[in-house]
Nanobody, 124 residues
Framework: QVQLVESGGGLVQAGGSLRLSCAAS????????MGWFRQAPGKEREFVAS????????NYADPVKGRFTISRDNAKNTMYLQMNSLKPEDTAVYYC?????????????????WGQGTQVTVSS
């Protein structure tokens, strides 16, 4: 059974940092792009960042550029999201996802596998 499991969420003060992890099991995603999305209460799920199969290409949503860094370790079948300078507006459930293709994408419908999400709460 294919699973993506997020971890590392929690409560942090504004200006603080968190590192999210996404561990995959059941199959390897070393040939697939992967991404992070988030969903705040009452809002639609939105793109945060994506990384291509090799890790050499990344893209970010404008609100997180310069603060968040996406990375992956294919040997561990794991993806990460380092979040620095967190703001209250970053509060959301964060989801990791695996794309059907190998290149970066901000399109939610291109992602075939999803984790259950991890809560990130940033207090002011």
């Amino acid at each position: 059974q294919v699973q993506l499991v997020e971890s590392g969420g929690g409560l942090v003060q504004a200006g603080g940092s968190l590192r999210l992890s996404c561990a995959a099991s059941g199959r390897t995603f070393s040939n697939n792009a992967m991404g992070w999305f988030r969903q705040a209460p009452g809002k639609e799920r939105e793109f945060v960042a994506s990384i291509n199969w090799s890790g050499r290409s990344t893209n970010y949503a404008d609100p997180v550029k310069g603060r968040f860094t996406i990375s992956r370790d294919n040997a561990k079948n794991t993806m990460y999201l380092q979040m620095n300078s967190l703001k209250p507006e970053d509060t959301a459930v964060y989801y990791c996802a695996a794309d059907v293709g190998w290149d970066i994408s901000a399109v939610l419908s291109e992602y075939d596998y999803w984790g259950q999400g991890t809560q990130v709460t940033v207090s002011s």
